[in-house]
């Protein structure tokens, strides 16, 4: 009798579950994941069928995303943004109409979601569905819902988890000082040993030309040279 | 081989009735004579090789001088505005070398002149008044190059890293020392930023890696990294914020600023050092020839 009574409420409220799972966008978009924020696809194609409805953004924790229950309303304050993660572990934004996700996607812009950009309205509990900045890294789950009224029509599949960044702190940096490279020491060592020449060069210079204590008297250092006059020819010629 | 002041009086030619008197056996005399004139002359122009070889050494290292001030002018004159980031880091010590390097080339112009009017007066007391000298110039220019070789490799990516996380837009300084530090890093990374078209140190994600200053007053929605990472228009804004924020190429600039920072510093480190090597080289040459020269002038 129960499970009879549970599927006909099923059909009864027309819910679809369709087979797409919300995914990130692609690598070449660099602020995909931040600290707060992370970029989903838009799911362009997946709607068609509703036109009428609106399109809803589930953003939810584990146990929010075991608990959902599809029912839920945008302007109810058990799933506002503020109240997320603390005392609510799912919230809903970014509703749009059907038609923004309309067929076929355009060819050269890029549709993306951005989860998490507005942040004036993060403290505002008038407005609910706000998209503000993610509180931790998560992980979060997320998937759409579309609801014509406030019946739901149709829902994706959950996402995989989503785990932002965490940043670490500046001083986790590693070594900051630097090797000695092969230049500098070819610098130093050739320098050092060429100043050490010349001082030896100066201290030889000064002593050989100075007595500066102990110095060999070389005959031909001799200043006084031998000078050959007329006179000492002149002599034994004299003399012959 | 003697460099003497006095030419030696060949006294044979000394006159003529004593040339007339002795007649054939002057002949020896003149002989001897002439062989002593001969080495005079081969000794002569051994001497005008050495003096010629030390006076062009002395003017290469006078050139060499006024070309070293230049250089060291032009990098002290910091036309890449990249001092503040060297200041904070406390390891401004290139800086120093080439404050050195500009008085160095002065002493080394002074010096080479002094060595020339030595070296043509062959006086003793010049020359060593310019090898002392020199000497201390040396010394001077070594620690020079020593000083820029080594501070140059403590210019890591890691220490800039951490300095520009550490004080790009600190907002509370301690004290006045700290508050002029990080106004010179903020300047110079706003500029660096701007006008090199970079980000960070390796990219944009530095600041999404690693928590900083910036992200103290600046929410990580809002601010993924600074705005001035974005493309800009003729106006100075970013052609699209949403782009930048998102990290769509084309919208911001994803590159490093680390090539834009340690281009001119190496190029500066290494052109004083290197520069300063080859100068010390030709100098000890120099030096060594003087020394060899004065050992050799006779008082």
């Known amino acids: 009798m129960h499970p009879l009574l549970l599927l006909l409420l099923a059909t009864a409220h027309g819910l679809d579950k369709l087979s797409y799972k919300p995914t990130l966008v692609g690598g070449n978009v660099e602020g995909r994941m931040t600290g707060s924020t992370f970029v989903l696809e838009q799911p362009r194609c997946v709607f068609d069928s509703y036109s009428t409805a609106n399109i809803w953004l589930v953003v939810a924790t584990r146990e929010g995303m075991d608990a959902f229950n599809d029912s839920a309303q945008p302007g109810m304050p058990e799933w506002s943004f503020q109240r997320f993660p603390t005392n609510t572990s799912a919230y809903l934004t970014l509703g749009a109409m059907q038609y923004h996700y309309g067929c076929p996607k355009p060819d050269r812009e890029l549709t993306?979601?951005?989860?998490?950009?507005?942040?004036?309205?993060?403290?505002?509990?008038?407005?609910?569905?706000?998209?503000?900045?993610?509180?931790?890294?998560?992980?979060?789950?997320?998937?759409?819902?579309?609801?014509?009224?406030?019946?739901?029509?149709?829902?994706?599949?959950?996402?995989?988890?989503?785990?932002?960044?965490?940043?670490?702190?500046?001083?986790?940096?590693?070594?900051?000082?630097?090797?000695?490279?092969g230049a500098m020491i070819a610098i130093t060592a050739i320098l050092s040993v060429l100043l050490a020449i010349l001082l030896a060069a100066l201290l030889a210079t000064l002593c050989s030309s100075e007595a500066c204590g102990v110095g060999s008297f070389r005959p031909d250092a001799a200043s006084i040279r031998r000078y050959n006059t007329h006179h000492v020819y002149d002599q034994p010629a004299a003399r012959l | 081989m003697k460099i003497g002041k006095a030419r030696k009086n060949i006294s044979c030619f000394g006159s003529a009735e004593l040339m007339r008197e002795r007649g054939k056996n002057c002949l020896p005399a003149l002989y001897l004579s002439l062989h002593e004139g001969l080495k005079m002359a081969k000794t002569d122009n051994g001497i005008r090789i050495c003096q010629g070889l030390l006076i062009l050494g002395n003017v290469v290292i006078g050139m060499c001088g006024i070309a070293l001030t230049a250089e060291c002018i032009f990098f002290v004159s910091d036309p890449h505005g990249l001092y503040p980031l060297l200041e904070a880091t406390e390891n401004n010590d290139i800086y120093a070398a080439a404050w050195i390097g500009i008085f160095v080339g002065f002493a080394l112009l002074a010096l080479s002149i002094l060595g020339i009017v030595g070296v043509m007066k062959s006086s003793k007391t010049l020359l060593l008044v310019y090898i002392i000298l020199m000497l201390i110039t040396y010394a001077f220019e070594m620690a020079s190059c020593i000083t820029a070789a080594t501070h140059r490799d403590f210019l890591t990516p890691n220490l800039f890293l951490k300095q520009m996380l550490e004080r790009y837009m600190k907002s509370d300084t301690d004290n006045n020392n700290d508050k002029q530090m990080t106004e010179g890093v903020t300047k110079t990374w706003d500029n660096l930023m701007l006008q090199n078209q970079c980000c960070g140190v390796h990219g944009p994600l530095d600041w999404q890696e690693y928590t900083s200053a910036f992200r103290m007053t600046h929410n990580d929605a809002d601010y993924p990294w600074p705005h001035n990472c974005c493309v800009m228009n003729t106006r100075s804004e970013p052609i699209n914020l949403d782009g930048c924020k998102l990290g769509v190429p084309g919208f911001y600039n994803s590159n490093g600023c680390y090539d834009a920072i340690s281009g001119p510093l190496n190029r500066q480190a290494w052109g004083v050092a290197w520069f300063g090597f080859a100068i010390l080289c030709w100098t000890f040459c120099v030096l060594l020839g003087t020394m060899f020269y004065w050992s050799r002038i006779a008082y």
Do not use: H, M
Not at chain 1, 146 to 164: F, K, Q, R, V, Y
């Open chain 1, 112 to 181: 993306v979601l951005r989860v998490g950009s507005e942040t004036d309205c993060a403290d505002n509990i008038s407005v609910p569905n706000c998209n503000g900045p993610l509180p931790g890294p998560g992980p979060y789950w997320v998937k759409f819902l579309a609801l014509n009224g406030s019946e739901p029509t149709a829902t994706t599949e959950w996402s995989g988890p989503i785990t932002l960044k965490t940043a670490r702190e500046p001083q986790s940096i590693p070594g900051t000082g630097g090797a000695r490279s």
